[in-house]
């Protein structure tokens, strides 16, 4: 475990001091950073590399001085972990370099995103088993590179990486099946918490916000019910293993059948370092499923929304919580998601809950995202806070209008509460 000093008793949230000093609710954006890898219909296999896509590489200027003009403070913004570490021990920092100290330049805290669903070719992939080591060693080179910062998202949506990777057959490894979704949640987990261990290490006044899609399944009738109450178990396991959360038993034999022993399960109970984290919900219209009799599922919509669902993740962990991702497909009716993610999030943060802040994800349109990266058509998402022209987009006039007026009543002191779990 990680020394006791650096790593203060669960109940305490310890706030960092760039953010606490602040006293500023956390408005943010992020820049697209996925880079998992797909099969292509000719078997060929590519790297999806979105800051590529969204031709970020060539106007990060650009990209940095939008969200300043944005008086958005703070940015969910990695290099490309493949790019960056090029073999163990052995790293490229060029673009890093220039990067984060053109954001220290702009005074804009940097929420340093190190894994976003995709790891080097010489790791091949998040099956495995040394994942873990050789990230958490990159974890610490990074830390030591860049000492002043105090944000992290170690690893992006663990949950989302485990099931498109191990279980839908859609990247990197591209399984379908429990043990290999298993496999890879467990990597993930264990990567995540080496990670924060790392970096504690090397800096021990940092917080990790642990951004994870937030989900819900619904029955559609009486019938699917036991499979919804499945899956409504399941949608917390990245969550319950990286908080060292108990589980229940049916988790427990479904994790121990598909390959988890019970020491590597212990391990997350020993080693997680949830004292020192903000629970990221990440949520959008599609996060919401509808079971079906044969066990698949389809989208529901946003029938319980923000509020309902971040409420039931919030009372089971006890964390300070940060919305960390939201967008819409729709650029004419992107304002009004907006709109509502926020009244969501307001009505909860009056009911006493502790939010920190709130993310549209992303700065710019995305690309293929409509296919969930699985296929190269080069197709733009219109969901950005600006186009791929860099243009503001409707929501992103709405989303600077709702920064000016809600950014100096909403301060940040709940990030220092005492928490019992």
């Not at 873990?132 to 949506?157: C, D, G, I, Q, S």
């Not at 293993?241 to 229940?248: C, H, K, N, V």
């Not at 988890?260 to 984290?277: A, I, P, Q």
């Not at 509808?290 to 529901?300: I, K, P, W, Y």
Request: net charge negative; aromatic share 14%; with cysteine.
């Amino acid at each position: 475990m990680a020394d006791e000093a650096k790593n203060p008793q669960p109940g305490h949230i310890k706030p960092s001091a760039s953010v606490a000093g602040s006293r500023h609710f956390m408005f943010a954006t992020g820049i697209e950073n996925s880079y998992p890898t797909i099969q292509l219909p000719d078997g060929t296999i590519k790297r999806v590399d979105e800051m590529e896509k969204t031709f970020h590489y060539q106007r990060w200027r650009e990209d940095f001085q939008i969200v300043e003009d944005l008086g958005i403070r703070f940015l969910r913004y990695g290099p490309p972990y493949y790019k960056t570490h090029i073999g163990p021990g052995k790293y490229d920092w060029d673009f890093a370099d220039e990067t984060f100290d053109e954001l220290r330049k702009l005074k804009i805290e940097p929420i340093a995103d190190l894994c976003h669903f995709g790891v080097p070719d010489w790791i091949e992939n998040f099956q495995n088993p040394d994942f873990p080591k050789y990230f958490a060693e990159y974890a610490a080179a990074f830390a030591n590179r860049f000492p002043w910062l105090r944000l992290y998202t170690p690893v992006n949506e663990i949950l989302i990486a485990a099931l498109f990777s191990g279980q839908y057959g859609w990247w990197n490894e591209r399984l379908r099946s429990d043990r290999g979704f298993v496999t890879a949640l467990k990597h993930l987990c264990q990567a995540n918490e080496l990670a924060e261990q790392a970096i504690l290490k090397v800096q021990p006044d940092v917080t990790f916000i642990q951004s994870e899609t937030t989900e819900y399944f619904h029955a559609e009738d009486p019938e699917c019910q036991a499979q919804a109450d499945f899956l409504n178990e399941k949608r917390f396991l990245a969550l319950d293993l990286t908080y060292g959360y108990p589980i229940s038993v049916t988790m427990y034999e479904y994790l121990l059948d598909n390959g988890m022993t019970r020491e590597e399960y212990h391990w997350f109970g020993e080693n997680h370092v949830k004292s020192r984290s903000v629970m990221g919900n990440d949520y959008y219209v599609t996060n919401e499923q509808l079971v079906h009799a044969d066990g698949s599922t389809t989208q529901a919509g946003d029938i319980f929304g923000y509020y309902v669902i971040t409420k039931q993740y919030f009372d089971r962990y006890h964390l300070p919580v940060m919305h960390t991702e939201t967008n819409y497909m729709h650029a004419e009716q992107a304002p009004y998601w907006l709109q509502k993610q926020w009244a969501n999030l307001h009505h909860l943060k009056l009911e006493g809950v502790p939010i920190l802040g709130f993310t549209w994800y992303s700065l710019t349109d995305q690309v293929d995202w409509d296919t969930a990266l699985r296929e190269d058509n080069g197709t733009v998402n219109p969901l950005g806070l600006c186009d791929l022209d860099r243009k503001l987009r409707p929501v992103g006039h709405a989303y600077k209008k709702l920064i000016e007026q809600w950014r100096e009543i909403l301060p940040t002191e709940s990030f220092s509460l005492t928490l019992t779990y």
